[in-house]
């Protein structure tokens, strides 16, 4: 796997196409891609591009760019079991009445459980993006969500995963392959009351996070899209 | 992996010491586990014992045995992820007030969703067991949760798996190491109202289970554990 020359080229060029605000981060993006291509996810979809090649890179711009796109929480579209009504009459002690308003809103709940972790990882970039981070949108990358290019402090890349809990589904790290380490990071505890914003790996970035923050976003965020 | 000789014998003393009641499932269970030992799950437990040893059949039959100890419903112990409410309000429209009644009331259906596989192969133990069939309790048998050994009619043991959704998660197909067909059935669809009795493998059986039928086993079953 390797990048073809004139990567951050090609990346600028198609990406003014798709949306010129975000020529900057993808550039970069694709800078780092090609320095650890192992790190770059497999495409979906049947007539993907070989990661690398020019077609990739544009195809890959419109999926970086997609995946910024307001994204409203739904309750699943699964059929709900009736026989956990039957149980929550028989051993919970819900009383019949109200099991048809139990199953709306836990159907309610599981949506917004299912979008949170996308919520973490807008409210971060809102943060991390002003300050020469790159949200790397669109799941383009492999276990990794935020990257950041080697500075005057620092000479490497820097690459970080966020994750909503501690138990969240890990992504199979890549840290080895890869070549750089992930730092990695998690929100809540499964077990614990609490958040965890104080441990957030970048000790300046851990000052301008906060719970009350990513609540305030989440509500300004939720109520634009309503 | 060989099972030990007179491994039926064995079981059959081992499992009069655990429960009398048990014997004769218990020991049909190891004469398919002697038939088809790559069927067999491996032990949980850092000192687990060979399959097919004696110290194996001794200590599964224990586990046959727990494994058919009622389970009470219970919700997740998990902490409550307090953005969920946050959302909730926020895009839902629900009212502050009502948060924290809906978190309780969707741990608990998280805990009737949890128990519905269990107690779905109990009603069906309930009425295959008297019928010839072994419920394999305890999850000693890979991806099979019922088996009949042969009779005049079928020269081999039938095998099969039962669960709740169309969209379970799949236990592992063992069936081509298992070496004979493990039949296949699901209760309910995600997608489709409605449940799936009629398509039960076995025509003799279809016509003894219903929905209305697991529907009352369940009722009466949760008010005795109550």
Redesign the interface.
């Known amino acids: 796997m390797k990048f073809v020359e004139s990567a951050a080229h090609i990346a600028a060029d198609e990406m003014s196409k798709v949306n010129n605000d975000l020529v900057y981060a993808y550039v970069q993006l694709i800078k780092f891609l090609s320095l650890y291509p192992t790190a770059a996810s497999t495409p979906r979809g049947c007539s993907s591009a070989s990661i690398g090649s020019v077609e990739y890179i544009r195809k890959q711009a419109r999926v970086f760019s997609e995946g910024r796109v307001p994204k ?2 739904k309750p699943p ?3 709900p ?1 009736e ?2 009504s ?3 009459v ?3 002690e ?1 009383s019949e009445a ?1 099991t048809g308003r ?2 709306r ?2 159907a ?6 299912n ?2 972790g996308d ?1 973490l990882e807008r409210y971060i970039a809102s943060i991390l993006e002003p300050r020469g981070w790159i949200w790397c949108s669109g799941a383009i990358v492999k276990a990794v969500d935020f990257i950041k290019p080697p500075s005057d402090r620092e000479e490497v890349w820097t690459s970080l995963q966020v994750k ?2 501690d ?1 969240s589904e890990n992504s199979s790290s890549s840290a080895i392959r890869l070549g750089t380490d992930i730092k990695k990071w998690h929100r ?6 609490g958040s965890n914003w104080g441990a957030f790996p970048d000790p300046t970035l851990a000052s301008l996070l906060s719970e009350e923050g ?2 305030e976003f ?2 300004k965020y ?2 634009s ?2």
């Open positions: 409203k929480p579209k699964t059929i079991d026989m956990v039957v149980i929550l028989s051993y919970f819900i109200d139990i199953q809103e836990h309610l709940s599981m949506g917004a459980e979008i949170v919520l909503n809990r138990n809540t505890f499964s077990r614990k009351i990513f609540k989440v509500t939720l109520q899209l309503n």
